[in-house]
Protein backbone atom coordinates (compact mmCIF):
# COMPACT_ATOMS: atom_id res chain seq x y z
CA UNK A 1 0.00 0.00 0.00
CA UNK A 2 2.72 2.33 1.04
CA UNK A 3 4.55 1.74 -2.51
CA UNK A 4 1.67 1.99 -4.44
CA UNK A 5 1.30 5.38 -2.49
CA UNK A 6 4.77 6.25 -3.42
CA UNK A 7 4.79 5.45 -6.93
CA UNK A 8 1.49 7.55 -7.36
CA UNK A 9 3.52 10.26 -5.63
CA UNK A 10 6.30 10.13 -7.59
CA UNK A 11 4.26 10.14 -10.74
CA UNK A 12 2.81 12.69 -10.05
CA UNK A 13 5.86 14.36 -9.64
CA UNK A 14 7.06 13.58 -12.90
CA UNK A 15 4.00 14.65 -14.58
CA UNK A 16 4.28 17.72 -13.07
CA UNK A 17 7.69 18.50 -13.97
CA UNK A 18 6.98 17.76 -17.64
CA UNK A 19 4.21 19.88 -17.32
CA UNK A 20 5.92 22.76 -16.04
CA UNK A 21 8.63 21.98 -19.36
CA UNK A 22 5.95 22.25 -22.09
CA UNK A 23 3.93 24.95 -20.45
CA UNK A 24 7.22 26.82 -20.57
CA UNK A 25 7.96 26.04 -23.97
CA UNK A 26 3.88 27.39 -25.16
CA UNK A 27 5.05 30.70 -22.76
CA UNK A 28 8.08 31.76 -23.82
CA UNK A 29 6.72 31.36 -27.68
CA UNK A 30 4.10 33.57 -26.77
CA UNK A 31 4.05 37.14 -27.61
CA UNK A 32 5.00 39.28 -24.36
CA UNK A 33 2.51 42.06 -23.49
CA UNK A 34 1.06 43.29 -20.43
CA UNK A 35 -2.54 41.67 -21.12
CA UNK A 36 -1.83 38.36 -20.07
CA UNK A 37 -5.08 37.35 -21.40
CA UNK A 38 -4.18 38.12 -24.86
CA UNK A 39 -0.59 36.76 -24.10
CA UNK A 40 -1.48 32.92 -22.71
CA UNK A 41 -4.86 32.83 -24.27
CA UNK A 42 -6.56 29.90 -23.34
CA UNK A 43 -3.67 28.55 -20.73
CA UNK A 44 -5.35 31.66 -18.58
CA UNK A 45 -7.84 28.58 -17.36
CA UNK A 46 -4.76 26.40 -16.54
CA UNK A 47 -5.10 27.45 -13.29
CA UNK A 48 -8.03 26.79 -11.76
CA UNK A 49 -8.53 23.40 -14.10
CA UNK A 50 -5.38 22.15 -11.97
CA UNK A 51 -7.00 22.99 -9.12
CA UNK A 52 -9.96 21.46 -9.58
CA UNK A 53 -8.61 18.11 -10.86
CA UNK A 54 -5.72 17.70 -8.13
CA UNK A 55 -8.89 18.50 -5.67
CA UNK A 56 -10.66 15.24 -7.19
CA UNK A 57 -7.11 13.18 -7.74
CA UNK A 58 -5.84 13.84 -4.08
CA UNK A 59 -8.85 15.02 -1.84
CA UNK A 60 -6.74 17.43 -0.95
CA UNK A 61 -8.48 20.38 -1.66
CA UNK A 62 -6.08 23.43 0.29
CA UNK A 63 -3.17 21.84 -1.57
CA UNK A 64 -4.70 22.03 -4.74
CA UNK A 65 -5.65 25.53 -4.40
CA UNK A 66 -1.80 26.37 -3.45
CA UNK A 67 -0.98 24.41 -6.52
CA UNK A 68 -3.48 26.32 -8.36
CA UNK A 69 -2.09 29.59 -7.10
CA UNK A 70 1.74 27.92 -7.80
CA UNK A 71 0.57 27.14 -11.69
CA UNK A 72 -0.74 30.74 -12.25
CA UNK A 73 2.69 32.44 -10.73
CA UNK A 74 4.67 30.16 -12.61
CA UNK A 75 2.71 31.32 -15.95
CA UNK A 76 3.35 35.30 -15.11
CA UNK A 77 6.75 34.07 -14.03
CA UNK A 78 8.20 32.30 -17.06
CA UNK A 79 10.70 34.19 -18.94
CA UNK A 80 13.28 31.24 -19.92
CA UNK A 81 13.42 27.56 -20.40
CA UNK A 82 15.01 28.04 -16.92
CA UNK A 83 12.64 25.99 -14.91
CA UNK A 84 14.06 26.04 -11.92
CA UNK A 85 14.45 29.79 -11.72
CA UNK A 86 10.95 30.62 -12.95
CA UNK A 87 9.92 27.76 -10.16
CA UNK A 88 11.55 29.71 -7.31
CA UNK A 89 10.59 32.93 -8.70
CA UNK A 90 6.98 31.75 -8.64
CA UNK A 91 7.06 30.82 -5.47
CA UNK A 92 8.17 33.85 -3.75
CA UNK A 93 5.93 36.19 -5.78
CA UNK A 94 3.04 33.57 -4.61
CA UNK A 95 4.46 34.23 -1.05
CA UNK A 96 4.42 37.95 -1.36
CA UNK A 97 0.85 38.07 -2.45
CA UNK A 98 -0.38 35.99 0.05
CA UNK A 99 1.16 38.12 2.51
CA UNK A 100 -0.28 41.16 1.06
CA UNK A 101 -3.54 39.59 1.08
CA UNK A 102 -3.69 38.76 4.42
CA UNK A 103 -1.83 41.86 5.73
CA UNK A 104 -5.19 44.01 4.35
CA UNK A 105 -7.38 45.19 7.15
CA UNK A 106 -10.24 43.90 5.62
CA UNK A 107 -9.00 39.88 4.48
CA UNK A 108 -7.42 40.03 8.16
CA UNK A 109 -10.65 41.11 9.71
CA UNK A 110 -12.21 38.13 8.03
CA UNK A 111 -9.68 35.66 8.87
CA UNK A 112 -9.80 36.54 12.90
CA UNK A 113 -13.73 36.31 12.44
CA UNK A 114 -13.78 32.93 11.30
CA UNK A 115 -11.08 31.87 14.29
CA UNK A 116 -13.13 33.70 16.43
CA UNK A 117 -16.13 31.72 15.17
CA UNK A 118 -14.64 28.27 14.59
CA UNK A 119 -13.01 28.45 17.90
CA UNK A 120 -16.59 29.00 19.72
CA UNK A 121 -17.48 26.86 18.16
CA UNK A 122 -15.32 23.90 18.58
CA UNK A 123 -15.67 24.81 22.24
CA UNK A 124 -19.40 24.59 22.63
CA UNK A 125 -18.77 20.83 20.89
CA UNK A 126 -16.18 19.64 23.23
CA UNK A 127 -18.60 20.79 26.05
CA UNK A 128 -21.49 18.71 24.59
CA UNK A 129 -23.70 22.36 23.73
CA UNK A 130 -23.83 20.83 19.47
CA UNK A 131 -24.58 17.47 20.61
CA UNK A 132 -27.39 18.48 22.47
CA UNK A 133 -28.47 20.78 19.95
CA UNK A 134 -28.21 17.96 17.40
CA UNK A 135 -30.16 15.55 19.49
CA UNK A 136 -32.73 17.46 19.98
CA UNK A 137 -32.96 18.03 16.53
CA UNK A 138 -32.93 14.89 16.10
CA UNK A 139 -36.33 14.10 18.09
CA UNK A 140 -37.94 16.38 16.28
CA UNK A 141 -36.68 15.77 12.65
CA UNK A 142 -37.65 12.08 12.46
CA UNK A 143 -37.46 12.21 8.17
CA UNK A 144 -35.21 13.96 5.66
CA UNK A 145 -37.45 16.42 4.38
CA UNK A 146 -37.87 17.82 8.42
CA UNK A 147 -34.49 17.70 8.81
CA UNK A 148 -34.10 20.05 5.95
CA UNK A 149 -36.30 22.25 6.95
CA UNK A 150 -34.77 22.43 10.21
CA UNK A 151 -31.41 23.41 8.81
CA UNK A 152 -32.85 26.13 6.92
CA UNK A 153 -34.87 27.19 10.17
CA UNK A 154 -31.15 27.58 11.57
CA UNK A 155 -30.41 29.23 9.16
CA UNK A 156 -32.54 32.26 8.69
CA UNK A 157 -31.75 32.34 12.76
CA UNK A 158 -27.89 33.05 12.07
CA UNK A 159 -28.61 36.34 9.62
CA UNK A 160 -25.84 38.47 10.87
CA UNK A 161 -23.13 36.83 8.87
CA UNK A 162 -22.69 34.36 5.78
CA UNK A 163 -19.35 32.98 7.18
CA UNK A 164 -20.69 32.12 10.50
CA UNK A 165 -24.00 31.11 9.24
CA UNK A 166 -22.02 28.22 7.75
CA UNK A 167 -19.37 27.93 10.75
CA UNK A 168 -22.28 27.13 13.03
CA UNK A 169 -25.11 25.83 10.69
CA UNK A 170 -22.95 22.62 9.50
CA UNK A 171 -21.52 21.13 12.44
CA UNK A 172 -25.06 21.39 13.73
CA UNK A 173 -26.66 19.81 11.68
CA UNK A 174 -24.58 17.18 10.25
CA UNK A 175 -24.92 14.81 12.78
CA UNK A 176 -29.18 15.03 12.44
CA UNK A 177 -27.92 14.73 8.40
CA UNK A 178 -26.07 12.17 8.69
CA UNK A 179 -28.46 9.74 10.99
CA UNK A 180 -31.35 10.50 8.51
CA UNK A 181 -28.89 9.71 5.57
CA UNK A 182 -28.96 12.71 3.87
CA UNK A 183 -25.70 13.51 1.68
CA UNK A 184 -23.18 16.05 2.86
CA UNK A 185 -23.64 17.31 -0.16
CA UNK A 186 -26.99 17.99 0.30
CA UNK A 187 -26.72 19.54 3.66
CA UNK A 188 -24.07 21.77 1.67
CA UNK A 189 -26.24 23.14 -0.61
CA UNK A 190 -28.85 23.81 2.13
CA UNK A 191 -26.07 25.66 4.20
CA UNK A 192 -25.12 27.78 1.26
CA UNK A 193 -28.66 28.32 0.14
CA UNK A 194 -29.34 29.87 3.42
CA UNK A 195 -26.00 31.31 4.36
CA UNK A 196 -25.15 34.47 2.00
CA UNK A 197 -28.65 35.06 0.50
CA UNK A 198 -30.16 35.50 4.09
CA UNK A 199 -27.12 37.75 5.02
CA UNK A 200 -27.47 40.04 1.97
CA UNK A 201 -31.17 40.43 2.71
CA UNK A 202 -31.08 41.18 6.26
CA UNK A 203 -31.65 44.39 7.62
CA UNK A 204 -28.68 44.01 9.99
CA UNK A 205 -25.72 42.09 8.85
Known amino acids: MEMNRNLKIGLIVAI ?19 DNAVRFGILTLLPPLVAIALAFITKETILSLFIGVFVGEFMVSVNDLNIISSAINAFLAMGTQIISCMADPWNAGIILQCLLIGGIIQLVTKMGG ?8 AKRADTPRKAQLFTELLGLCVFFDDYANSLIVGPIMRPVMDKLHV ?23
Open 16 to 34: SVIALFVLSLLITNAPAGD
Open 130 to 137: AKALADEF
Open 183 to 205: SREKLAFVVDATAAPVAGIAIIS
